[in-house]
């Protein structure tokens, strides 16, 4: 594998000292091999996994041309610009076939998703239709082929209908059991540990002592992953200690795919982080032109990619939510389009901005009347986490936009659309 540095240095606009976001993003995506072990598991279990294969179907769906009512099939040739009586030749239900043909003159009642009968090709829906004793009365007005759901209309034999690489949702699961396909190939999980590193951090269970704060984010990257649908390794709270880091890096990276550590990234901490980092793998610090989250770290060591996250809470979540989710998604096999959508929506309340940085406000999207708004939550502090908890969306507030007056259209993502 070529260094990190070497392949990051060659992109365009590349400072770490004052790097866009969307910069991080195309240099973080530039270093990531995807993972490619697969493994075949029971449909059931393949929700939201990364299909490794291609589906292609061997049958058709519907297998037959077949009613999509309840009523009479016909043969649409003998069919009068009047009225046309009919006579009942027999039934046909769904999983019984109607044996025999169907001749001039002739109808078969049909119920919905049984075979059409050899010879008909049109559905009466049975509503319009009047029945004395075998006689069928049709109405005018009926249209050749209606009410028949063809062969291969779903899905047709040879045609590829799922691609390798799509995470699976619930259709693709009905769709996928409606060939007969009863196992998957899918991407193996990817394997992400994490740790907080502070000597002010208390875990669950243990009194505060002065100073201390209980350590939050390993419980935000916890939903976070957990909503991934990665294997997680959780590694504790680690001191600001280069023995316990050094151990922790190396327990980490050796056991997983990623590792993702919070906290000790910022100016006044960096220096012996980066010093330790430097000896166990090849580690970039950049400054990003963001806020929240301006310092991160990101690198390699081992076999395994490292995101050194900032410590404060909401920029944690932040940073994860524009680079490290778009990163493990990328290493787990995705090929289909996951990003996250930016929709424009009215700002309500005009709202600070300062530009050559993005800004990830944490917004409300709310209606008045019929129209769809958006405003803060309020306190935008970075150590705020109150302020995710209350937020439905992101308004994403672009590098050069200046301050933002009410009533302007402003980017939002969708908090819903994270998972
Ligand atoms: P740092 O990036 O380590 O300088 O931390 C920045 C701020 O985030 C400090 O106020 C820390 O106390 C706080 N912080 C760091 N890690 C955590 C954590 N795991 N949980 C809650 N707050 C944290
Ligand atoms: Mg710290």
């Given at each position: 594998?070529?260094?990190?540095?070497?392949?990051?240095?060659?992109?365009?606009?590349?400072?770490?000292?004052?790097?866009?976001?969307?910069?991080?993003?195309?240099?973080?995506?530039?270093?990531?091999?995807?993972?490619?072990?697969?493994?075949?598991?029971?449909?059931?279990?393949?929700?939201?996994?990364?299909?490794?294969?291609?589906?292609?179907?061997?049958i058709n769906v519907p297998a037959h041309?077949?009613?999509?009512?309840?009523?009479?099939?016909?043969?649409?040739?003998?069919?009068?610009?009047?009225?046309?009586?009919?006579?009942?030749?027999?039934?046909?239900?769904?999983?019984?076939?109607?044996?025999?043909?169907?001749?001039?003159?002739?109808?078969?009642?049909?119920?919905?998703?049984?075979v059409?009968?050899?010879?008909?090709?049109?559905?009466?829906?049975?509503?319009?239709?009047?029945?004395?004793?075998?006689?069928?009365?049709?109405?005018?007005?009926?249209?050749?082929?209606?009410?028949?759901?063809?062969a291969g209309?779903?899905?047709?034999?040879?045609?590829?209908?799922?691609?390798?690489?799509?995470?699976?949702?619930?259709?693709?699961?009905?769709?996928?059991?409606?060939?007969?396909?009863?196992?998957?190939?899918?991407?193996?999980?990817?394997?992400?540990?994490?740790?907080?590193?502070?000597?002010?951090?208390?875990?669950?269970?243990?009194?505060?002592?002065?100073?201390?704060?209980?350590?939050?984010?390993?419980?935000?990257?916890?939903?976070?992953?957990?909503?991934?649908?990665?294997?997680?390794?959780?590694?504790?709270?680690?001191?600001?200690?280069?023995?316990?880091?050094?151990?922790?890096?190396?327990?980490?990276?050796?056991?997983?795919?990623?590792?993702?550590?919070?906290?000790?990234?910022?100016?006044?901490?960096?220096?012996?982080?980066?010093?330790?980092?430097?000896?166990?793998?090849?580690?970039?610090?950049?400054?990003?032109?963001?806020?929240?989250?301006?310092?991160?770290?990101?690198?390699?060591?081992?076999?395994?990619?490292?995101?050194?996250?900032?410590?404060?809470?909401?920029?944690?979540?932040?940073?994860?939510?524009?680079?490290?989710?778009?990163?493990?998604?990328?290493?787990?096999?995705?090929?289909?389009?996951?990003?996250?959508?930016?929709?424009?929506?009215?700002?309500?309340?005009?709202?600070?901005?300062?530009?050559?940085?993005?800004?990830?406000?944490?917004?409300?999207?709310?209606?008045?009347?019929?129209?769809?708004?958006?405003?803060?939550?309020?306190?935008?502090?970075?150590?705020?986490?109150?302020?995710?908890?209350?937020?439905?969306?992101?308004?994403?507030?672009?590098?050069?936009?200046?301050?933002?007056?009410?009533?302007?259209?402003?980017?939002?993502?969708?908090?819903?659309?994270?998972?």
């Amino acid at each position: 594998m070529s260094g990190i540095l070497q392949t990051v240095s060659c992109l365009d606009g590349y400072d770490p000292d004052a790097l866009r976001a969307d910069k991080a993003t195309e240099a973080i995506r530039a270093c990531l091999s995807p993972i490619g072990e697969a493994e075949k598991i029971p449909v059931r279990e393949s929700l939201g996994r990364v299909l490794a294969e291609d589906i292609v179907p061997s049958i058709n769906v519907p297998a037959h041309d077949n009613s999509a009512m309840d009523g009479y099939a016909v043969r649409f040739s003998d069919l009068q610009p009047e009225e046309t009586v009919l006579t009942e030749a027999g039934s046909a239900f769904a999983g019984r076939v109607f044996e025999g043909a169907v001749g001039p003159g002739q109808c078969v009642r049909i119920m919905t998703g049984a075979v059409m009968p050899a010879g008909t090709d049109t559905v009466v829906i049975q509503e319009v239709v009047k029945k004395d004793g075998e006689r069928i009365v049709v109405p005018p007005g009926q249209k050749a082929r209606q009410n028949v759901r063809y062969a291969g209309e779903d899905l047709k034999a040879g045609v590829p209908v799922l691609r390798s690489g799509r995470a699976l949702t619930p259709a693709d699961l009905g769709l996928v059991a409606s060939l007969g396909i009863g196992e998957l190939k899918v991407v193996r999980k990817l394997r992400v540990a994490f740790f907080s590193t502070g000597d002010e951090l208390a875990s669950i269970g243990a009194p505060l002592k002065q100073g201390e704060v209980y350590d939050s984010n390993r419980y935000t990257l916890y939903g976070m992953l957990a909503r991934l649908g990665v294997e997680i390794a959780d590694l504790g709270v680690v001191r600001d200690d280069p023995a316990a880091l050094e151990s922790a890096f190396r327990k980490a990276s050796s056991q997983s795919d990623a590792v993702i550590t919070t906290g000790g990234v910022s100016v006044g901490e960096a220096d012996f982080v980066k010093q330790l980092m430097g000896k166990l793998g090849e580690v970039l610090f950049w400054k990003i032109a963001m806020r929240p989250g301006r310092p991160m770290a990101f690198g390699r060591i081992g076999n395994s990619y490292l995101f050194g996250l900032p410590g404060n809470p909401v920029a944690v979540m932040v940073t994860f939510y524009q680079f490290v989710r778009d990163a493990l998604l990328h290493l787990s096999g995705r090929t289909d389009d996951y990003a996250i959508p930016l929709l424009k929506v009215p700002a309500a309340v005009p709202l600070r901005k300062v530009a050559g940085r993005t800004e990830y406000q944490r917004g409300i999207l709310f209606r008045e009347g019929a129209q769809w708004k958006v405003r803060t939550t309020g306190q935008q502090g970075s150590g705020v986490l109150r302020s995710m908890s209350e937020a439905n969306c992101f308004i994403v507030l672009e590098h050069e936009r200046g301050r933002v007056e009410a009533g302007e259209l402003v980017s939002v993502q969708l908090m819903d659309a994270l998972r």
